[in-house]
């Protein structure tokens, strides 16, 4: 439901003023928190009006969203170039099965890309395997495989790119393509680059999930997801998020709005910051291989360059020690970065990682890279001062070194 009157207008822009109608936020600048579970009606003829139309601006009852939770919705279907429509789910993981239940239906094939994030696999492998799905993975890297990968029973493909911690972009235009010609549905992690670093309709795609978790909330105190995609997808998505009670809470809603505002100077830095950490961390000794989607040389950077307008502080690296203790010490001497799971907050992470056990189509790390106990460090740029964020991993690799 974007407006009209905001189709020539840039996503910078449509940050600062998406989802703001007047008739949601009043005489103030973002929509207040409408904490709402019944809504009332003026008379039984309104009530009966009000089952007519079911779509985010009309009030009907709290499952279905009142003006904090249209707005912020709203506001992602602006950014998103093609789109119809957005719904809101309460997590990441949330979007992406309340997505994959919305097109699959027992005996389907889902191609899953080998690189997805872990639950993505766990759900491709156990709850849709339990509703009769059966998920095969294929190479992120190989288009001539992945296009053979379809059977008569393939009813979508699991996209993401650049994949979940070895930062692999694919040729998701090509990909969509294909499953677009075999009829297949494509559905597109798209957390890493958010709508503003990859608009995933416009490349074909027909599903674009994010976890609104990581840049959107931005500030690591919010759980959050959203799935775009033009109709008939979008009633789809819908109908199936209201038939499992999906709701998210309009505190959430309000404090994603906020994120959103100013999401696009946040990833700006963000990216500026990474490739710069990203460049260093590549002349040092300890580290084999960089795998930042910004950088030369990373598996699919010219991809990036070809499709994306923008990146963010997420990449990972591989250290050429296969001593874990040795990592250990790395990441338990830095006082700049927390440790923890997630992303895309403010503040910077870091976290041990091991992508090869989660790998079934192909071996990773792949030949001539690093070993097969190639030990993996992903970060995750804030905003701080770049310089501080250096000087903390310089102390990392003298913990390495002290043993
Ligand atoms: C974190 C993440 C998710 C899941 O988001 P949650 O809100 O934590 O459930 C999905 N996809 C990717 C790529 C992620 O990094």
């Given at each position: 439901m974007a407006k009209d009157k905001h189709d020539d207008i840039r996503p910078a822009t449509r940050l600062v003023t998406g989802g703001r109608r007047p008739e949601w936020t009043g005489a103030v600048v973002n929509p207040p928190v409408w904490r709402a579970s019944t809504h009332l009606y003026e008379d039984t003829a309104a009530l009966k009006e009000g089952k007519k139309g079911n779509r985010?601006?009309?009030?009907?009852?709290g499952r279905r969203g009142a003006p904090t939770q249209w707005a912020l919705a709203e506001a992602l279907t602006e950014l998103e170039p093609g789109a119809a429509g957005t719904v809101l789910y309460p997590s990441g993981v949330a979007a992406l099965s309340g997505a994959l239940l919305a097109v699959l239906k027992p005996g389907d094939v889902l191609l899953v890309t080998d690189n997805a994030y872990d639950p993505t696999r766990t759900m491709a492998t156990g709850l849709l395997k339990r509703f009769g799905v059966e998920a095969r993975f294929f190479d992120p890297l190989d288009l001539d495989a992945f296009a053979d990968a379809?059977?008569?029973?393939?009813r979508a493909v699991m996209l993401e790119?650049?994949?979940?911690?070895?930062?692999e972009v694919c040729d998701v235009p090509a990909m969509a393509a294909i499953a677009r010609d075999k009829g297949a549905v494509s559905l597109l992690d798209n957390t890493w680059a958010s709508s503003l670093g990859f608009a995933a309709l416009k490349h074909g795609c027909d599903i674009a999930i994010q976890a609104l978790t990581k840049h959107v909330g931005g500030h690591s105190d919010l759980m959050m997801g959203s799935a775009t995609a033009a109709e008939p997808w979008h009633t789809r998505l819908r109908r199936t998020a209201q038939a499992l009670g999906h709701v998210v809470s309009p505190d959430d809603a309000a404090l994603a709005t906020r994120g959103l505002r100013t999401m696009g100077i946040r990833l700006r830095q963000e990216t500026e910051s990474a490739l710069a950490l990203a460049e260093w961390l590549e002349t040092?000794?300890?580290?084999?291989k960089v795998m930042c989607?910004?950088?030369?040389?990373?598996?699919?950077h010219e991809l990036w360059k070809r499709d994306f307008t923008g990146g963010c502080g997420l990449f990972s690296f591989l250290l050429t020690t296969d001593d874990d203790a040795a990592r250990a010490r790395f990441i338990d001497a830095l006082d700049l970065f927390g440790i923890g799971y997630s992303w895309g907050g403010f503040e910077s992470l870091a976290l041990p990682v091991d992508?090869?056990?989660?790998?079934?189509a192909t071996p990773w790390p792949p030949a001539g890279w690093a070993g097969d106990k190639a030990l993996a460090i992903r970060l995750s740029i804030g905003l701080e001062d770049p310089d501080d964020l250096r000087a903390d991993l310089e102390r990392g690799f003298a913990a390495m070194e002290n043993t």
């Open positions: 985010d601006g009309r009030f009907f009852y379809f059977c008569d029973r393939t790119s650049p994949g979940s911690l070895t930062m040092r000794p300890e580290v084999g989607p910004m950088l030369p040389g990373s598996p699919g992508p090869a056990f989660d790998r079934t």
